[in-house]
């Protein structure tokens, strides 16, 4: 692996970036609210003898529901081995706080915590890379989600993608939580693999989203790309 500054097209420096965005995600996505990789402005790499490899990063993440722009500086550290979840550190992010979604994430709450039959979806987005426009709430907040398990996953040799919620159900809830099972496809660029993950997923305005539960299945071997990987 090469140290000092990076060439900001090449895998090294655009592996610690998506770090990056999933660790947004898990910060602060929602339903209404996901972050995307846009650019990589500057990479810097180091050796740390004792704790791992360390990414000095300044990116640019679009909040792809709104289509705005934020900048963020950032540390990556992979530990040695990859035995742990890289660490992340971001500085200079303040623009992500001013995107309000306050609004938005209430009225979908309110559509989904007052309906009389649960949501449920399969092939987000279908063959065709369509995702009808009622079903986009469940993508995005699956691709959320995903952000969980693509951050602890990460190590300096993957690149994950979300690429497709097979299906996701919502369940019944006796609380403020709703409640989601989902199945969903991720796809590793370096390898070129379709991992299939199952993951019990909650969220409410006021909480947040939460991974309750998560659990790789079998690889299959005979799946393609699903289409429109992000």
């Not at 609004?103 to 989904?112: D, G, K, R, T």
């Not at 369940?171 to 989902?182: A, R, S």
């Not at 659990?215 to 289409?227: G, S």
Request: aromatic residues 6%; hydrophobic residues 35%.
């Amino acid at each position: 692996m090469a140290t000092g500054e990076l060439n900001t097209n090449h895998y090294p420096a655009n592996r610690a970036a998506k770090v990056v965005q999933h660790y947004l995600n898990t910060r602060y996505g929602s339903p209404c609210r996901l972050f995307g990789l846009q650019r990589v402005h500057r990479g810097n790499a180091e050796e740390t003898a004792e704790s791992g490899r360390k990414y000095e990063l300044e990116i640019s993440v679009q909040e792809v529901i709104s289509n705005s722009t934020a900048k963020c500086s950032a540390e990556v550290l992979f530990a040695i081995g990859g035995q742990s979840p890289p660490d992340v550190q971001t500085s200079s992010c303040e623009d992500i706080s001013k995107i309000n979604t306050t609004a938005q994430e209430e009225a979908l709450y309110q559509q989904y915590h007052a309906s009389n039959s649960l949501m449920s979806a399969e092939s987000l987005p279908d063959s065709y890379g369509h995702i009808d426009p009622d079903l986009k709430p469940l993508w995005h907040l699956g691709s959320v989600a995903s952000s969980f398990v693509m951050l602890e996953e990460s190590t300096e040799d993957t690149l994950y993608n979300m690429a497709q919620v097979a299906n996701v159900t919502q369940l019944k809830t006796e609380n403020d939580q709703l409640k989601f099972n989902y199945h969903v496809l991720l796809h590793d660029m370096v390898s070129q693999e379709i991992l299939h993950w199952k993951l019990l997923v909650t969220w409410s305005p006021a909480g947040g989203v939460n991974v309750l539960q998560r659990e790789q299945m079998p690889k299959c071997h005979e799946c393609e790309k699903p289409p429109n990987a992000i």
